[in-house]
């Protein structure tokens, strides 16, 4: 029998019994004398390890094994909880999620775990997992790692130019390059360690291949070989300029140890169908193991949906709402009756459609919250904090889109809270708080808009440091600080390449993350908003669009074309005459109920062919981003629309403030005017 036609079934169960543990894990931490806690992640673990058994992934079966030897030990008092044997259960927890993301990504879920293994049988023992025992262990693992990933990855062209560039007395170098946990621009990096690489010599091959790390599909780490004159110390030096790269090491190629290798896994390609005809009769026994579990089949109310089939429905529901709109142009040219009452009687079951399209798209945040816990908890250990994460809201609904988005921005402002916010225990103390800080991240619905906040109990935000070193960045002049309100000097911190941090660490002080934060979530049509007291604390404030494919808009006319603004960016609109605009520094503005508005005319903007003549008033819609405020001209307003937004494609990228395309019940495409880039 195909093994396959359970593979999805076993990844997706793995995941929630992983995620138990990780849950239960952070839960123990906080009460060790609950033994019954215990007894649910051994269940998980003890579930995960029959089920890879049967699916014939032994690694993964042998490292849980190993796990709930561990576990069996605590729920039977023979060993004692510590802050140590918490640290090697959680390094298990995520080698088991590494495996199962690899089966997940097609491959054979297979990882170097010797390191972790050790210190389990060490516990197993009774001993402690000294730090040095873990060096060394981690030493022999990188080799180890070495030696698995160079077995036969080279083909016979790659070879042969290998064995001409040693013979010619080039050095032939493997080269594995880390990235920092928190670097967002992952490509931009390969792309110069690639720069850097090529001036230096030739590169041979790359792991994973270049076009999976142009799409940044890989973990923080990948390998490149190469052939050059210089030496390792060189090249090393060289790639170490790089922004953002952790860590590099460069070996020399072993080509006695490559062809002996090459040969090895001709012997064990042979030898594969034999282990896989033993296997055939294990979905047998699999099949038995998912009968004998009542309890879930009886409770079950949901099916899994390939979410490739959510996005074909989406994308075929989009264009059933441009039609709908097309009918609604032709049934009030024809002025018909029947014509009229038809597709009113459409249009509402549209919309109901729509909304049951849209709730199946959405899906809750704590699939993102979820992996917060055991990052507070690591990072604290690291950082020589007590720090407390409270999660509310983590049922509430986001769009598949957005979701995927919102990780990275979330990971960075939590690092921040914790690195800049929360005090040590000392300091803590000494300002007569509680030596635990406390973030909690809530998530929660208000209108057609989700909200995030991230608050923390630390040192808050001291203006004066911020202005002082946005005034020797240049960020801003003496005259300018003067006048900005407290909020203004918040934001401050979202300027590009600004820290307060004394010195640079693992955590923060290179000021690439706030404004990598701002920008995506700008990106997503949403926004950030910053309050804080000194030693009280801060709160970041996030709001997000609940879906970004179906929007509404305000559509307006520049001469004879037509433009969309979303309404989620729109204040109010207003009608000006031409004697009420005003000149200040080189900028049209007017005066809007006491407040200064610059004026953006969208027609000199977008270069749109002038074929009318201008009239005395002026169509101005007043725009917003973050606090700053600002008046688009136009010619006339069509009237608000729920529209499809289309992306422009790969060509048009550099389209300057169009976010997107749209076409309208008329059969005519209306650009979508991105209002963050109008707005500096």
């Known amino acids: 029998m195909d093994m396959n036609q359970y593979l999805e079934v076993f990844i997706e169960e793995s995941k929630e019994h992983l995620q138990t543990c990780s849950e239960q894990l952070l839960v123990l931490e906080k009460n060790p004398e609950d033994l019954s806690i215990v007894n649910e992640i051994f269940r998980s673990a003890h579930t995960l390890k029959g089920m890879s058994a049967t699916m014939g992934y032994e690694d993964l079966a042998n490292l849980t094994h190993k796990m709930e030897n561990v576990l069996d030990a605590i729920r039977n008092s023979q ?18 999620e590494a495996m199962v993301m690899s089966i997940a990504e097609g491959g054979d879920g297979k990882r170097n775990v010797m390191g972790v293994v050790h210190q389990l049988e060490m516990i ?16 022999a693992s990188a080799v180890l790692e070495k030696e698995e990933m160079t077995v036969g990855e080279y083909d016979e062209f790659e070879w042969t130019v290998l064995q001409q560039s040693k013979d010619q007395g080039f050095n032939s170098f493997e080269i594995s390059i880390g990235l920092r946990e928190d670097c967002l621009l992952k490509a931009a990096r390969v792309f110069m360690v690639f720069e850097v690489l090529e001036k230096s010599g030739e590169v041979i091959k790359s792991h994973p291949p270049v076009e999976l790390l142009e799409e940044e599909q890989f973990d923080q780490r990948f390998t490149i070989t190469m052939v050059t004159t210089e030496s390792s110390d060189e090249i090393k030096k060289k790639i170490m300029k790089v922004s953002e790269v952790d860590q590099v090491i460069v070996y020399a190629l072993d080509f006695e140890r490559l062809r002996y290798a090459s040969l090895s896994k001709e012997d064990k390609v042979t030898e594969t169908p034999k282990h896989e005809t ?75 459609l729509q909304t049951i399209v849209l709730n199946m798209r959405m899906v809750p945040v704590e699939t993102v919250f979820n992996r917060f816990p055991k990052m507070v908890r690591q990072l604290a250990r690291d950082l020589n904090k007590k720090v407390n994460l409270e999660i509310n809201g983590a049922e509430t609904e986001l769009d598949r889109t957005v979701i995927d988005e919102i990780g990275d921005p979330l990971v960075h402002l939590i690092r921040n809270a914790m690195d800049h ?46 202005l002082n070193k946005a005034l020797s960045n240049g960020i801003l002049t003496k005259e300018t600080a003067s006048t900005l309100t407290d909020k203004q000097i918040y934001e401050l911190i979202f300027a590009s390449g600004f820290s307060t941090a004394e010195t640079i660490s693992d955590v923060s002080g290179r000021g690439v993350g706030l404004d990598v934060v701002k920008n995506t979530i700008e990106s997503l049509g949403g ?10 604390g801060s709160i970041f404030l996030i709001q997000l669009p609940l879906t970004l494919s179906i929007i509404s808009v305000m559509l307006v006319a520049i001469q004879n074309e037509k433009y969309a603004i979303p309404l989620s960016s729109i204040i109010e ?7 009420d605009i005003l000149n200040a520094h080189n900028q049209q503005v007017i005066d809007f109920r006491g407040k200064i ?50 992306s422009l494609g790969n060509y048009l990228t550099s389209a300057f403030a169009i976010s997107g395309a749209t076409i309208l019940g008329d059969g005519q495409v209306a650009l979508i005017i991105d209002c963050n880039t109008l707005i500096h």
């Not at 926004?527 to 009280?536: A, L, R, Y």
């Not at 005395?616 to 688009?632: H, N, T």
């Open 79 to 96: 060993i004692v909880l510590s802050p140590e044997l918490f640290d090697v259960i959680f390094l298990a927890v995520d080698d088991l």
């Open 124 to 139: 197993e023992k009774g001993e402690s997992p000294v730090s040095s025992t873990i060096a060394e262990v981690a030493a």
């Open 278 to 352: 033993n296997n055939a009769a294990l979905p047998t026994e699999y099949d038995d193991r998912k009968k004998q579990a009542p309890v879930k089949t009886a409770s079950s109310k949901t099916i899994r949906v390939n979410i490739e089939r959510l996005d074909i429905l989406m994308n075929l529901f989009e264009e059933l709402v441009i039609d709908r709109g097309r009918l609604d142009q032709i049934s009030s040219d024809l002025d018909n009756q029947e014509l009229h009452e038809t597709v009113e009687r459409m249009s509402r079951i549209t919309s109901d």
């Open 421 to 466: 916010g929360i005090e040590t225990p000392e300091e803590r103390l000494a300002k007569g708080k509680n030596e635990e800080g406390k973030i909690l991240l809530k998530a929660y619905h208000s209108g057609n808009h989700v909200f995030i906040e991230i608050e923390d109990d630390g040192a808050g935000i001291n203006k004066d440091r911020v």
């Open 527 to 536: 926004s950030v908003t910053i309050d804080s007291k000194e030693n009280e």
């Open 573 to 579: 609109t207003a009608i000006i005459k031409k004697s």
């Open 597 to 646: 508005l610059p004026l953006l005319f969208l027609k000199d903007i977008f270069e749109v062919p002038i074929s009318q003549e201008e009239e005395e008033s002026l169509s101005v819609v007043i725009v917003r981003k973050g606090d700053k405020l600002a008046g688009l001209v136009v010619d006339s307003f069509i009237g608000q629309l729920e529209i499809v937004l289309k």
